[in-house]
C-alpha cells in the first residue's frame, strides 16, 4: 500500500527482540493494527493500538505510537521461532504496507 | 466453522476467460472489504461493502472487475476476460465496525487465481 510504508526484512536470533517499523499517511486513524501471516495462512490481527494511546503491552509485544512523526512500530520480546512470519501494518481505512518478512534464527 | 469462507481455493484458468470468486462473511458483520495480495505484497485494498452498498472502490481497479453484494451477505468479485498479471490471491474479510470495538478484520483463507 503506497500510504503505508514498512521495511521488508527483519532477521534476528531466537531470543533476541524484535523490532517491525511502519510509517502511516492518515492522520485520522483511529486504530493502527499489526496482523499476522504465517506461511500458507491467513491474515490474523495481532494486536492494535488506539490513537490516543503512546504505547501498548500485551506479554511479549509491545506497540509505540508515535504520532507527530506518523510512526509506528512493533516490539517482539524473546523471539521465538514460532514468530517466524509476515508482519503487516494497517491503518483505519484498511490499507496495509507490504509487510516486513521476519525470520527467527535458532 | 463460523469464520469467513471462501471459495473455490484455487482457480486456474486460460487468458480471457471469465472468473467469479465468492465470499460469505462473518453473519453478523456488515462490512466486507475485498483485497488482492501478490507474492512479496501486502493486501491491496479493491473495495469494500457495508451492507449491500459498495461504498468504496480502488481507482487501480479497472473495469474487468466488478463486485455485488446483493443481500448484504455473500459477496461476488468477478473478473472478465483475465490476463496474466490478475494472477494473485483474491482476499475477503469482513468486520462489524462499531463504537465499542477496534474494527478488527477478519480474513478468509483467500481464493488464488492462475492465469495461464
Known amino acids: 500500500g503506497e500510504d503505508v510504508e514498512q521495511s521488508l526484512f527483519l532477521s534476528v536470533r531466537e531470543g533476541d527482540s524484535s523490532v517491525i517499523n511502519c510509517t502511516y499517511t492518515?492522520?485520522?486513524?483511529?486504530?493502527l493494527y499489526w496482523y499476522k501471516q504465517e506461511p500458507g495462512a491467513g491474515l490474523q490481527l495481532l494486536t492494535y493500538i488506539f490513537s490516543n494511546m503512546d504505547m501498548k503491552q500485551d506479554q511479549r509485544l509491545t506497540v509505540l505510537l508515535n504520532k507527530k512523526d506518523k510512526h509506528l512500530s512493533l516490539r517482539i520480546a524473546d523471539t521465538q521461532t514460532g514468530d517466524s512470519a509476515i508482519y503487516f501494518c494497517?491503518?483505519?481505512?484498511?490499507?496495509f504496507g507490504a509487510g516486513t518478512r521476519l525470520t527467527v534464527k535458532p | 466453522d463460523t469464520g469467513v469462507s471462501q471459495n473455490p481455493r484455487h482457480k486456474i484458468t486460460k487468458r480471457g476467460q471469465n472468473v467469479t470468486f465468492r465470499c460469505d462473511p462473518i453473519?453478523?458483520?456488515?462490512?466486507l472489504y475485498w483485497y488482492r495480495q501478490t507474492l512479496g505484497q501486502g493486501p491491496e485494498f479493491l473495495t469494500y461493502f457495508q451492507n449491500e452498498a459498495q461504498l468504496e472502490k480502488s481507482r487501480l481497479l479497472s473495469d474487468r472487475f466488478s463486485a455485488e453484494r446483493p443481500k448484504g451477505s455473500f459477496s461476488t468479485l468477478e473478473i472478465q476476460r483475465t490476463e496474466q498479471g490478475d494472477s494473485a490471491m483474491y482476499l475477503c474479510?469482513?468486520?462489524?465496525?462499531?463504537?465499542?470495538?477496534?474494527?478488527?478484520?477478519?480474513f478468509g483463507e483467500g481464493s488464488r487465481l492462475t492465469v495461464l
Open positions: 453473519s453478523e458483520h456488515n462490512r
Open positions: 492518515d492522520s485520522s486513524s483511529t486504530y
Open positions: 474479510a469482513s468486520t462489524q465496525p462499531r463504537g465499542d470495538n477496534t474494527g478488527e478484520l477478519f
Open positions: 494497517a491503518e483505519r481505512d484498511m490499507r
